[in-house]
């Protein structure tokens, strides 16, 4: 059974600090892209991040470039998000999704369409 558990959500102050983790488990990590996606009430599912689980590459939505870090740990099967500089407009719910590399996806990393296994969501909320 694929697995995604997101976690490492809570409450912070604005320019505070958060690091989220995404488990794995149920499928062959090391040919992936996994991403985490946030949800703003009101608000579309946006993509925040990936990182292939192949080479590591990464990419950033413009809206948290130079704040947020994803990185990668194939031994665990995890991958994490550094947020820092927390922002009100952050507070969301993040989820972290997987798909498999199959052929370039620089153009579309954020299109949630493409992503097959979801984990559940973890809560950050950033106050002013």
């Known amino acids: 059974e694929v697995q995604l558990q997101a976690s490492g959500g809570g409450l912070v102050q604005a320019g505070g600090s958060l690091r989220l983790s995404c488990a794995t488990s149920?499928?062959?990590?090391?040919?992936?892209?996994i991403a985490w996606f946030r949800q703003a009430p009101g608000k579309e599912r946006e993509g925040v991040s990936c990182?292939?689980?192949?080479?590591?590459?990464?990419y950033y939505a413009d809206s948290v470039k130079g704040r947020f870090t994803i990185s990668r740990d194939n031994a665990k099967r995890t991958v994490d998000l550094q947020m820092n500089n927390l922002k009100s407009e952050d507070t969301a719910v993040y989820y972290c999704?997987?798909?498999?590399?199959?052929?370039?996806?620089?153009?579309?990393?954020?299109?949630?369409?493409?992503?097959?296994?979801w984990g559940q969501g973890t809560l950050v909320t950033v106050s002013s």
């Open positions: 999704a997987a798909m498999v590399i199959a052929g370039p996806y620089g153009d579309r990393w954020s299109n949630r369409a493409i992503y097959r296994y």
């Open positions: 149920g499928f062959g990590f090391d040919d992936y892209v």
């Open positions: 990182i292939s689980t192949s080479d590591g590459s990464t």
